[in-house]
């Protein structure tokens, strides 16, 4: 197994290579190869397909790949927190708290981004949907505080946040205008379209900080694996792991959330993939996770933006017609060996 998840890692960077080459290059205008290159090494900001690779594409899948990583490794481990691979940071709570926080914004409150500086005005969304993420990750977390964070109490606790999140956007979408609808779906279905250097600094931060500290985690999360009290005889401070891995997820998928909005299936299915391919031990599964989540990310956008250009589809919607039948097929394949 061990070699096996070097040789994956390997295989990772060519693929890494031609799908952002591939990526740069098409689009509703499409590039010629020696104009990319060209452009690649020598920038050029004054031409238009300057301003279209630098401007627009490269941003854009940056942003893609950080996302995808970021919701991967988020994935990988609220599913080593609840030892169930069909767990996923919705669960907590993270994605409808930061919608519900955005529709809020957007329906009742419209007039507040022209009372911003200009310089504060495309920050608003962003920072709104990670104070909501963050806002509802800490209530669950107060609501399933007995029995020191029982994962079972924590999946009740988000659950019922979800609900009323439901709820409470289903109500704004109600009295919405056409306009604020539209805005909505693309937001719940989710869309890298308004990718920018400043989303592509800020995810990037949080997602090397958020890398950095899960990696260390991969011992007491195998630890975890066979359960609380056996965890606990190693000489882990299970409560204590809980919330952090708990309240990184929460970061992660509010940063990620707050520049693309709502991107399923990535946090579900990849570590579950990984695992399936290298095993369960997560010094291995972390960083894979991170490579292809990124990877069918940056795939998804991509498909996205050229199916049906000059239009485009929801990445959301691509993610998931994607990724499930893959996933159905990796499950049939390995069903004798599923545990």
């Known amino acids: 197994m061990l070699r096996r998840g070097q040789q994956l890692g390997w295989l990772l960077l060519p693929l890494f290579a031609v799908s952002l080459l591939a990526g740069l290059a098409s689009g509703p205008v499409q ?63 993270v994605s409808s708290g930061a919608t519900l926080m955005v529709v809020i914004v957007m329906v009742l409150l419209p007039g507040l981004t022209a009372q911003l500086p200009a310089w504060a005005r495309p920050l608003l969304l962003p920072l709104v949907a990670f104070s909501g993420g963050l806002f509802a990750t800490r209530l669950v977390m107060l609501l399933g505080h007995g029995s020191a964070y029982s994962p079972l109490r924590l999946i009740l606790a988000g659950v ?16 919405a205008t056409n306009e604020q609808l539209r805005t909505l ?38 630890a975890l694996l066979l359960g609380e009290s056996e965890a606990r005889h190693l000489g882990f401070d299970v409560p204590r792991l809980k919330r952090r891995i708990v309240y990184l997820s929460a970061a992660g998928v509010g940063a990620a959330v707050a520049f693309t909005g709502v991107i399923g299936f990535i946090g579900l299915v990849v570590p579950h993939i990984v695992r399936m391919l290298v095993g369960p031990d997560h010094r291995r599964v972390l960083p894979l996770s991170l490579g292809f989540g990124a990877l069918l990310t940056l795939w998804a956008d991509w498909i996205a933006r050229t199916l049906i250009s000059p239009a485009e589809l929801p990445v959301g919607i691509v993610t998931s017609l994607l990724g499930g039948p893959f996933f159905i097929y990796l499950i049939h394949r390995q069903r004798g060996r599923l545990t």
Do not use: H, K
């Not at 104009?35 to 397909?49: A, G």
């Not at 779906?185 to 997602?207: E, K, P, Y």
């Open 185 to 222: 779906t693309f937001w719940n279905l989710g869309s890298f379209s308004a990718a920018g250097w400043d989303a592509v600094l800020m995810t990037g931060v949080v997602l090397i900080g958020l890398a950095a500290l899960s990696m260390r985690l991969y011992r007491p999360l195998n």
């Open 31 to 93: 590039l010629a190869w020696s104009t990319l290159f060209d452009q690649l090494f020598f920038p050029d900001l004054s031409r238009t397909d300057g301003v279209i690779l630098w401007q627009i594409r490269m941003p854009r899948i940056l942003l893609s790949m950080i996302v995808g990583a970021l919701l991967a490794l988020c994935g990988t481990l609220v599913q080593g927190l609840f030892r169930n691979p069909l767990a996923e940071p919705g669960l907590m709570g």
């Open 160 to 175: 019922a946040f979800n609900m009323v999140a439901a709820a409470g956007i289903g109500l704004c979408a109600y009295l």
